[in-house]
């Protein structure tokens, strides 16, 4: 996979054509394969519960760190979590804005 600047609107192009991708820093995107098992990360409160509600019709997730940030369960339903964290994770989150609600 090749991986692309955080800071190039080929993240957010990514993110909306709901492509994996990695990039030089923490932030990556995946799909499930057969092996796939998702861990929470840092999510709490409302944001853990929906990620653990969706976990077994999630097809994309976008990661910052180890934290999903945002993910697509198979009915093409999109979720951004509302947890704040680090400042780049922070500057990851805003580059969510073509992956919809």
Do not use: C
């Not at 998702?38 to 969706?54: K, T, V, Y």
């Amino acid at each position: 996979m090749t991986k692309i600047s955080s800071r190039s609107r080929e993240v957010a192009e990514a993110i909306r054509d709901r492509k994996p991708f990695e990039t030089y820093g923490a932030l990556r995107a995946t799909r499930p394969n057969y092996l796939s098992t998702w861990d929470a990360g840092r999510l709490s409160g409302d944001d853990l519960a929906r990620f653990e509600h969706d976990s077994q019709s999630i097809r994309y997730v976008v990661w910052s760190y180890a934290t999903p940030i945002a993910w697509v369960t198979e009915d093409g339903t999109a979720y951004s979590v509302r947890q704040r964290f680090s400042v780049t994770t922070s500057q990851h989150q805003g580059k969510l804005y073509l992956l919809g609600d």
